[in-house]
């Protein structure tokens, strides 16, 4: 009996240690969904009352010209800026992973703009950039790069695109950096130090032993950014709101202007759920790759 009372005991334990997370996810994550995804189906636009549609806002998201631009605008978006933070970000935990003064100091330098909120840092590329008063603009003119004040955001798609993906790099890429470094950290040094004594280069080493045991991390970074980027809204709607001509308006943009300047509540509800079943594809597909990884 008392073999029993303490199975039951260590049950109802295990249920009060996860009902604090059962709870949270409830309420801010499944009923909103469920909520969403009815609202999906109905037309409303705050004024007037739900009207149900079916699938009617679906089929409008398909024929609407400017959604599908703005979702490839958001995943040439993911293209150009997904290598970079992963190349880039292993790199330097490559050249800080050794635990020493020097690469502590770097690693916390690197990090540092982590922290900072993504409006503020957006607000804070938005100054630089200024075409007048930036100091953007003023370094490339004393370098002697170019002759007159380039006009960064706003007026030509790629340059403003370009400007923020480099607003973007500076801030997020000491994220992916420690998780690298973390990664790096992980691998027996027994096993680098018997491919030295047989000879193998330090990018040998790297490519043969390193990559591949950290490859489950790269993924979920990857992973990460990939997520970060197709849900990219706040840097676009600081430093370009779209400009030129909706050309910049990813997809959670023009998600936001239907939901709420355009009060399209449930058209918004709809490119909200198909947005969500993307990235749902893309976390799959990393689940897949990191299982046949792990085999």
């Known amino acids: 009996m008392s073999g029993i009372y303490a199975s039951r005991k260590a049950k109802w334990i295990g249920v009060l240690y996860l009902a604090p997370a059962v709870l949270f996810v409830t309420a801010f994550t499944a009923i909103p969904l469920i909520q969403m995804m009815w ?27 400017q959604f599908w631009i703005s979702l490839g605008f958001t995943f040439k978006y993911t293209l150009l800026i997904t290598p970079i933070l992963m190349i880039g970000g292993y790199l330097i935990a490559l050249m800080v992973a050794d635990n020493t003064p020097l690469r502590r100091l770097v690693r916390a330098t690197v990090f540092m703009p982590v922290v ?16 007048d008063a ?12 170019i002759s007159t004040p380039v006009i960064w955001l706003g007026v030509d798609a790629d340059t403003s695109t370009w400007a923020v993906i480099f607003s973007i790099v500076w801030k997020v890429i000491g994220f992916g950096m420690i998780l690298f470094v973390a990664a790096i950290q992980s691998v027996p040094r027994e096993v680098n130090e018997a ?26 970074v990857t992973l990460l950014s990939v997520i970060g980027s197709l849900l990219a809204f706040d ?19 023009y998600v936001y202007l239907n939901s709420f300047p ?34």
């Open 39 to 65: 609202l999906s189906l109905n037309n409303w636009s705050l004024l007037t009352p739900p009207r149900f549609v079916g699938l009617a806002n679906f089929a409008k998201a398909f024929d609407d010209r």
């Open 116 to 131: 900072i909120g993504l409006g503020a840092s957006s607000l804070l590329w938005y100054w630089l950039f200024a075409t």
């Open 134 to 145: 930036g100091l953007i603009n003023k370094l490339l003119m004393d370098l002697g790069l």
């Open 195 to 220: 491919t030295m004594v047989d000879g193998a280069s330090y990018w040998q080493r790297v490519w043969s032993i390193t990559l591949p045991l950290t490859l489950k991390t790269v993924l979920l």
């Open 235 to 253: 840097q676009f709607y600081i430093m370009t709101a779209g400009q030129p001509r909706n050309l910049t308006a990813t997809s959670v943009f």
């Open 262 to 295: 355009y009060l399209k509540l449930g058209y918004g509800a709809a490119l909200s759920l198909i947005l969500a079943v993307i990235v749902l594809l893309f976390t799959v597909g990393q689940m897949l790759l990191a299982s046949r990884s792990h085999s």
